[in-house]
């Protein structure tokens, strides 16, 4: 074992927690270069009590985060990288994933209601499994008949009666909907809510909590960008809105307070069992966005205009629309991208998600069998190079952005004799790059500014193929980073950042330059728009498929 002479001294460090629907990861930048010096990733566990529902347990996430700290600090002293030079943590996290704990005793009242479900779910209804201990949130349908006795009780059931504080429509997707299935459901919950032991938050409050102290004296708080996802918080005022917490039933005194992306909220507990990161204690933890604002910041999208795409389970896109939230006549979400210092301004950004990307992958593999892994998908597309006509749109739980259209359902169109397996293959990857486009239309509608190029991370961006159909499909460059770290690298330079750690600059001059791939479209304009009206017309082919009680037509 070295000892402490032979340290490497590599300048002020930062580290991240990124805490996602699969997976918790902790990763340490260097300040200066951005450069990833190590990270330690655990799988989380999903259950689904029912169809349709889709749970996290809240201790688990948080023991993955001290696994992962643990497992990094270790490897960053095997690299004879001395701990004591991080200065700050930044947390990123999958956003709308609702939870709900006891201040009291510091236990979670039920299982995080997650963000998103990679598995096709149909609506359900009846009672709660009480194994779990967490809600999900993105492709968990609980919540639908909830969502439908509020939309019932606006004038003229109006799903976007809201959106003018909100942003958002009335959906299944935001925490709001969610806590007040669990207020409605949970005798646990509503319990705590009347004795007044009940604190709200969406993951990013649940672990600054619970690091900070958690019952002796955990700092309850959440950022301005996980706030804007609840349907609690009005966009304008920058604060959890009355009216909205009135509308959905919900007592303000259960809500974290809000701050801004970048300050010290609290500094880390002394935990006695951590052995190796118990170095970190009394570290602050400064940085705090929402996984889809983070990418955006660690995109380094700070001007007006640009914009992101994150290929994951879902593809998200986000656009910088500056200092005024922009509303969206086309179905998108407006959103509150950042906000950089208590006494910085808040920046907007639009917003659309296309639901199945890299869970189309994951269905082609474990539901259809025609591929062994994701690379094979890759491989399988390129051998035909062409869909032949065939077109897949994967709406296994309805239309997201630009659509909201959750009656439809999933349909492969357009087969002859002659389609085969590779066929599919390559028009699974067409349809992401389809879907993301018709999302992109809608942002340069809205904003009357055509993009002129797409930054893109998340995990399928390995696949060539699946870019340069992207390039080619929008009709304009695609931009890769050479490091695909970017929603955490943008959690550690908000947290970097922020007054009292200032080790990281946010000045455009000071930011280091990233290595990027960039992918030029390759085929003639006339051929991509022939081909994306095939696709319109196969969505046209999906709508309208489903009801809520699909047994009532017998």
């Given at each position: 074992m070295a000892g402490s002479s032979h340290r490497i001294t590599l300048g002020p460090l930062v580290a991240a927690i990124d805490q996602g629907t699969s997976s918790t990861r902790f990763l340490v930048f260097n300040s200066k270069t951005a450069e990833l010096l190590s990270h330690h990733q655990v799988e989380i566990k999903q259950s689904f009590p029912k169809e349709g529902w889709v749970e996290e347990d809240p201790k688990e996430i948080l023991q993955s985060?001290?696994?992962?700290?643990?497992?990094?600090?270790?490897?960053?002293?095997?690299?004879?990288?001395?701990?004591s030079n991080i200065k700050a943590i930044g947390v990123t996290n999958q956003r709308e994933t609702t939870l709900v704990w006891d201040k009291e005793t510091g236990e979670p009242l039920y299982n995080a209601i997650a963000e998103m479900s990679p598995q096709p779910s149909l609506v359900s209804t009846g009672v709660i499994h009480h194994q779990t201990k967490q809600i999900s949130l993105w492709l968990d349908l609980r919540t639908q008949s909830t969502v439908e006795r509020l939309i019932n009780k606006t004038p003229g059931r109006n799903k976007n009666h809201l959106r003018h504080k909100t942003g958002l429509p009335i959906s299944t997707y935001f925490s709001a909907v969610k806590l007040r299935w669990l207020m409605d459901n949970v005798s646990e919950v509503h319990e705590a809510v009347m004795s007044h032991r009940a604190m709200f938050g969406t993951v990013d409050s649940w672990l600054i909590w619970c690091l900070t102290g958690g019952k002796s004296g955990g700092v309850h708080c959440t950022d301005v960008t996980n706030a804007s996802r609840t349907m609690l918080f009005n966009i304008h005022t920058m604060n959890w809105d009355p009216e909205l917490c009135k509308y959905f039933g919900i007592p303000m005194e259960i809500l974290p307070r809000v701050r801004s992306s970048s300050e010290i909220y609290g500094l880390m507990f002394g935990f006695s069992f951590l052995q190796k990161s118990g170095a970190l204690s009394g570290i602050p933890i400064?940085?705090?966005?929402?996984?889809?604002?983070?990418?955006?910041?660690?995109?380094?999208?700070?001007?007006?205009?640009?914009?992101?795409?994150?290929?994951?389970?879902?593809?998200?896109?986000?656009?910088?629309?500056?200092?005024?939230?922009?509303?969206?006549?086309?179905?998108?979400?407006?959103?509150?991208?950042?906000?950089?210092?208590?006494?910085?301004?808040a920046c907007y950004a639009l917003e659309g998600s296309v639901a199945i990307a890299g869970a189309v992958v994951r269905w082609l593999q474990d539901n259809l069998g025609i591929i062994g892994s994701s690379e094979e998908l890759e491989k399988l597309a390129a051998s035909v190079g062409t869909s032949y006509g065939c077109y897949f749109v994967p709406a296994f739980s309805g239309l997201y952005a630009p659509y909201w259209e959750p009656s439809a359902r999933g349909i492969i169109c357009g087969l002859t004799q002659f389609t085969n397996k590779s066929h599919v293959a390559f028009a699974a990857l067409e349809a992401v790059c389809f879907q993301t486009r018709?999302?992109?239309?809608?942002?340069?509608?809205?904003?009357?500014?055509?993009?002129?190029?797409?930054?893109?991370?998340?995990?399928?961006?390995?696949?060539?193929?699946?870019?340069?159909?992207?390039?080619?499909?929008?009709?304009?460059p695609v931009v890769k980073p050479s490091m695909p770290e970017t929603t955490a690298l943008g959690a550690a330079m908000a947290a970097g950042a922020a007054e009292g750690v200032s080790v990281w600059s946010l000045n455009p001059e000071d930011l280091s330059e990233v290595t990027s791939e960039k992918f030029e479209p390759q085929i003639n304009p006339e051929e991509s728009e022939f081909r994306y009206a095939r696709w319109k017309k196969a969505v046209e082919k999906s709508k309208n498929w489903e009801t809520t009680q699909p047994w009532e037509s017998g």
């Amino acid at each position: 074992m070295a000892g402490s002479s032979h340290r490497i001294t590599l300048g002020p460090l930062v580290a991240a927690i990124d805490q996602g629907t699969s997976s918790t990861r902790f990763l340490v930048f260097n300040s200066k270069t951005a450069e990833l010096l190590s990270h330690h990733q655990v799988e989380i566990k999903q259950s689904f009590p029912k169809e349709g529902w889709v749970e996290e347990d809240p201790k688990e996430i948080l023991q993955s985060v001290y696994e992962c700290m643990e497992r990094t600090c270790e490897k960053l002293m095997q690299h004879n990288i001395d701990i004591s030079n991080i200065k700050a943590i930044g947390v990123t996290n999958q956003r709308e994933t609702t939870l709900v704990w006891d201040k009291e005793t510091g236990e979670p009242l039920y299982n995080a209601i997650a963000e998103m479900s990679p598995q096709p779910s149909l609506v359900s209804t009846g009672v709660i499994h009480h194994q779990t201990k967490q809600i999900s949130l993105w492709l968990d349908l609980r919540t639908q008949s909830t969502v439908e006795r509020l939309i019932n009780k606006t004038p003229g059931r109006n799903k976007n009666h809201l959106r003018h504080k909100t942003g958002l429509p009335i959906s299944t997707y935001f925490s709001a909907v969610k806590l007040r299935w669990l207020m409605d459901n949970v005798s646990e919950v509503h319990e705590a809510v009347m004795s007044h032991r009940a604190m709200f938050g969406t993951v990013d409050s649940w672990l600054i909590w619970c690091l900070t102290g958690g019952k002796s004296g955990g700092v309850h708080c959440t950022d301005v960008t996980n706030a804007s996802r609840t349907m609690l918080f009005n966009i304008h005022t920058m604060n959890w809105d009355p009216e909205l917490c009135k509308y959905f039933g919900i007592p303000m005194e259960i809500l974290p307070r809000v701050r801004s992306s970048s300050e010290i909220y609290g500094l880390m507990f002394g935990f006695s069992f951590l052995q190796k990161s118990g170095a970190l204690s009394g570290i602050p933890i400064s940085g705090c966005l929402g996984d889809q604002s983070a990418a955006l910041v660690g995109q380094m999208c700070f001007k007006d205009g640009q914009a992101k795409n994150t290929y994951g389970t879902g593809c998200f896109l986000l656009r910088n629309t500056g200092s005024k939230p922009v509303m969206s006549d086309h179905g998108l979400l407006t959103t509150v991208a950042y906000k950089l210092g208590r006494d910085k301004p808040a920046c907007y950004a639009l917003e659309g998600s296309v639901a199945i990307a890299g869970a189309v992958v994951r269905w082609l593999q474990d539901n259809l069998g025609i591929i062994g892994s994701s690379e094979e998908l890759e491989k399988l597309a390129a051998s035909v190079g062409t869909s032949y006509g065939c077109y897949f749109v994967p709406a296994f739980s309805g239309l997201y952005a630009p659509y909201w259209e959750p009656s439809a359902r999933g349909i492969i169109c357009g087969l002859t004799q002659f389609t085969n397996k590779s066929h599919v293959a390559f028009a699974a990857l067409e349809a992401v790059c389809f879907q993301t486009r018709e999302i992109l239309d809608a942002m340069n509608q809205d904003s009357g500014i055509p993009l002129n190029q797409l930054q893109v991370d998340g995990g399928m961006t390995s696949n060539r193929l699946l870019m340069q159909l992207q390039a080619d499909i929008l009709c304009i460059p695609v931009v890769k980073p050479s490091m695909p770290e970017t929603t955490a690298l943008g959690a550690a330079m908000a947290a970097g950042a922020a007054e009292g750690v200032s080790v990281w600059s946010l000045n455009p001059e000071d930011l280091s330059e990233v290595t990027s791939e960039k992918f030029e479209p390759q085929i003639n304009p006339e051929e991509s728009e022939f081909r994306y009206a095939r696709w319109k017309k196969a969505v046209e082919k999906s709508k309208n498929w489903e009801t809520t009680q699909p047994w009532e037509s017998g």
